[in-house]
């Protein structure tokens, strides 16, 4: 877009209409100049943006699949550790309940002896009192 330059009446005046066009096709031309030049910088400056932005993502690309990695193998071994602390678990409730069944027994085993005692001690009580 070329610069429209407007000068006063009295500039026109003074230098002359072929001087003051001269000066405003020197500025479209140095307009021109600095617009393509800002364009090329532009454009390259783009292009660097892209290359790093590209760099960015293969090293985050990198850092996420190693990341993904190290999760696989902490998942693994949480999975392992899970695994066996449940196994150990269920020994543990295996034993106690084997423990528990055997107390029972004994229990059991006391309490008909208590309770025979105390039937023959009462059936002993009876006759002796008639």
């Known amino acids: 877009m070329p610069v429209t330059a407007k ?4 500039f026109y005046e003074r230098v002359g209409h072929g001087v003051a066009d001269e000066l405003v ?3 479209n031309t140095v307009d021109a100049t600095y617009r393509s030049d800002l364009q090329g910088r532009f454009t ?7 290359q790093r932005f590209a760099r960015f993502a293969a090293k985050f690309n ?6 993904e990695e190290k999760l ?6 949480l999975d392992r550790r899970i695994n066996e602390a449940s196994s150990q678990f269920s020994d543990a409730c295996a034993g106690l309940t084997a423990d ?3 107390m029972e027994r ?14 023959v001690t009462w059936a002993v009580l009876l006759r002796l009192w008639r």
């Open 7 to 10: 000068f006063s009446e009295e």
């Open 25 to 27: 096709d020197w500025f």
């Open 44 to 50: 390259a400056t783009d292009v660097t943006v892209e």
């Open 62 to 67: 990198a850092t996420f699949a190693a990341f």
């Open 72 to 77: 696989a193998v902490f998942e693994a071994r």
């Open 100 to 102: 528990m069944r055997a």
């Open 106 to 119: 004994r229990l059991i085993g006391w309490m008909f002896a208590a309770s025979a005692g105390t039937i």
